[in-house]
């Protein structure tokens, strides 16, 4: 038994965009937020996630100097840290994600919070100019809020804020749209995950398709 499918690797992401920008609705974006936008369509199989994708002013230019300049990628997750293709990198950029520093459990229990919330406190240190990927974890993303709200709080170049879920995921990023502590992109409503936000790294690394 043969199948007929395409094994060429170039030619699926080739053929995976051409499908994109034909089936999803992307003209209310600028020419940079929709290379943006078509790879957190393309990580997700979801066209129709384009009506919930909101770009705050200036978020592709940003995260784009930073990381030319060599910013740190701080992560929520491992899953959004192994997502980050290293070669598309500017400036061979660190990409740190401390949530299995093995200071993080006995963290939580002091802070009373989850470990990926308690996680941003090794962040406080590179928090400035970095570019933040929030992509799991509600608790991460208010939590970094309420860092970035403290008096002479660190100020990071650009934060992509796409926590996926039932519980807080909505809520976390309609405050970060209001919070707007730095340039920001964000997927309205329950839909997001670490493969949207590593895809959205991944766009702002480098403009090649
Ligand atoms: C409540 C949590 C949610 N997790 C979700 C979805 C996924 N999480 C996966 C994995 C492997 C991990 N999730 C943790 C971050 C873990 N998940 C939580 C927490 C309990 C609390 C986070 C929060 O509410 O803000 C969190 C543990 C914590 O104390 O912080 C993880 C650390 C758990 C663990 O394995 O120890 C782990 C992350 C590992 C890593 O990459 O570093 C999933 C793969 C679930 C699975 O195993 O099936 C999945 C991945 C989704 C994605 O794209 O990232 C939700 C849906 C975000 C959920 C929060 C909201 C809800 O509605 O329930």
Redesign the pocket.
């Known amino acids: 038994m043969s199948y007929t499918y395409e094994t060429n690797g170039d030619a699926i992401y080739r053929q995976s965009f051409a499908i994109i920008r034909a089936e999803a609705q992307l003209d209310r974006f600028d020419r940079d937020e929709e290379i943006v936008a078509v790879r957190i369509i393309h990580a997700s199989g979801m066209v129709e996630v384009a009506a919930d994708i909101v770009f705050t002013s200036g978020f592709v230019a940003a995260g784009r100097a930073a990381l030319q300049a060599g910013a740190p990628i701080l ?8 997502g980050v293709t290293r070669k598309r990198l500017p400036a061979d950029n660190e990409v740190i ?1 401390t ?2 520093d093995p200071r993080v459990p006995a963290l ?1 229990a002091q802070l009373g ?7 941003l406190e090794l962040w406080r240190e590179r928090l400035d100019g970095a570019v933040v990927a929030i ?8 939590r970094l809020l309420e860092i970035l709200g403290e008096p002479g709080a660190p100020r990071p170049a650009a934060i992509v804020g796409i ?7 909505a809520e ?1 990023k309609e405050a970060l749209l209001e919070a707007a502590p730095a340039p920001c992109v964000i997927v309205r409503g ?1 839909r ?6 590593a895809a959205a790294i991944n766009a702002l690394a480098s403009e090649v398709e």
Do not use: H, I, Y
Request: proline share 5%.
């Open positions: 992560c929520d997750a491992q899953m959004v840290a192994n994600c949530l299995g939580a919070t989850t470990r990926s919330a308690a996680a992509g799991n974890a509600p608790t991460a993303l208010f926590p996926v879920g039932f519980v807080g995921a976390s329950r997001g995950g670490s493969a949207m936000t």
